[in-house]
């Protein structure tokens, strides 16, 4: 293994052994990349299959050779894998969750608005037609009213006329008609409202992992730009290197309190305060996802939960023959719990990345450390003379 590992952090092989191996190794981790980024693209981008096989296939055959010949593409690369764990990989995740619950839950909340405006019209409409049979029986006997009225000669001599035309019917025709009118309107903006939504989603997605994707590798790229140009970028940890250098020349490894403070153990528990605010602000932001998140699966069940009101409350109305229509025909759709599941387990998987991101920072100067074993070299060097000269000076004064 660690050969192997020696072959591919190597800028250029030293015999043909090492040449083949690094060939094979170029190919199982292009092959690997472009295998996860066509189950990306198929399953949760939605592109078509031909589509994502000719970006998975270009990606493979061009990763192949920037591995292959290109030392510092292959350090990119590598530090791009533990970069999965820090804030651009977490920015995946979450956002991926939040669109997930978005996509599939906005467009439930318009299919149970729709069918709850719906089932009012229809409502509406059979309470208007049973007012407009009730109102049928009075208003005849009031007919006869008239004409026995008209019989009598006394009200025959003064023409009197008892008009008792109200234009009810009519006026409730008209009134069920602006209704219908009004629900068929708003159940086709709603399902207008809906399509847009779901090719906004479409979209937006596919745009936002695309940003995402370049973000995280222009971060891989910087962090190896400042590590290889800036001396004190991340140089702040107690790696095997620095203590033997210590050991070898002053023979005491003992660090100055100021810098017990200021070092990390490579692969010990304890926390910069750097690292630790890192990851409170890793955790608000997680939080600010969550709530996001809940409350669209909230506001799913509450419209899930008034159309259910609705409907029972539609059922006890008296007198409505179409009741047992209305329950067949307009049907309450609720969210399905496998998008509740998935949710919560990118959301969990983005916080077990909050954990772990102080872990995935430091693996990544590990990688670096490997494949530019000179500049560390220096890097350790450089550290090993301030801890030398703060040695040296009284202890109230700093570097």
């Not at 003992?254 to 403070?261: A, F, G, R, S, V």
Request: aromatic letters at 8%.
């Amino acid at each position: 293994m660690a050969f192997a590992w020696n072959a591919y952090s190597k800028p250029c092989p030293s015999d043909a052994r090492e040449m083949l191996l690094l060939i094979l190794l170029c190919v199982l981790v292009s092959s690997v990349i472009s295998s996860l980024l066509f189950a990306w693209m198929t399953s949760s981008l939605a592109y078509d299959l031909f589509v994502a096989g000719i970006v998975a296939g270009t990606c493979a055959c061009v990763m192949l050779v920037l591995l292959i010949l290109v030392h510092p593409v292959r350090c990119v690369i590598t530090v791009t894998v533990p970069a999965l764990g820090t804030k651009q990989g977490r920015k995946i995740i979450l956002s991926t969750a939040l669109l997930y619950a978005i996509t599939s839950c906005i467009p439930n909340i318009t299919h149970n608005v729709g069918q709850s405006l719906h089932m009012l019209k229809c409502s509406t409409g059979n309470i208007t037609q049973s007012v407009l049979k009730s109102a049928c029986v009075p208003k005849g006997a009031l007919y006869d009213i008239n004409n026995k009225l008209h019989e009598l000669p006394s009200i025959q001599s003064n023409s009197y006329w008892i008009n008792l035309e109200s234009g009810t019917y009519d006026k409730m025709q008209a009134m069920e008609r602006d209704l219908a009118e009004a629900s068929e309107n708003v159940r086709v903006e709603l399902a207008q409202l809906r399509r847009n939504i779901g090719q906004t989603s479409q979209v937006l997605k596919k745009s936002i992992a695309a940003l995402f994707v370049l973000l995280m590798i222009g971060s891989s790229v910087a962090y190896v730009n400042s590590y290889l140009t800036q001396i004190k970028h991340d140089n702040v940890y107690q790696s095997k290197q620095l203590m033997e250098a210590l050991r070898r020349v002053s023979g005491d490894i003992t660090i100055p309190e100021c810098y017990q403070k200021k070092l990390v153990k490579t692969s010990g528990l304890r926390m910069s305060a750097h690292e630790l605010k890192r990851g409170l602000w890793g955790m608000m932001a997680l939080l600010i996802y969550v709530l996001m998140c809940g409350l669209i699966l909230g506001l799913d069940h509450f419209v899930y939960w008034s159309l259910q009101s609705l409907l029972a409350w539609a059922s006890d109305i008296p007198d409505i023959h179409v009741t047992v229509n209305i329950d067949m025909s307009i049907k309450a759709t609720y969210f399905d719990h496998a998008t509740l599941t998935s949710v919560c387990a990118f959301l969990a998987t983005g916080f077990l990345m909050v954990l772990g991101e102080v872990f995935a920072r430091r693996l990544r100067r590990k990688v670096c450390a490997s494949f530019y074993r000179s500049r560390e070299e220096h890097r350790t060097q450089c550290l090993l003379l301030k801890i030398l000269n703060k040695r040296k000076r009284p202890e109230g004064q700093d570097d």
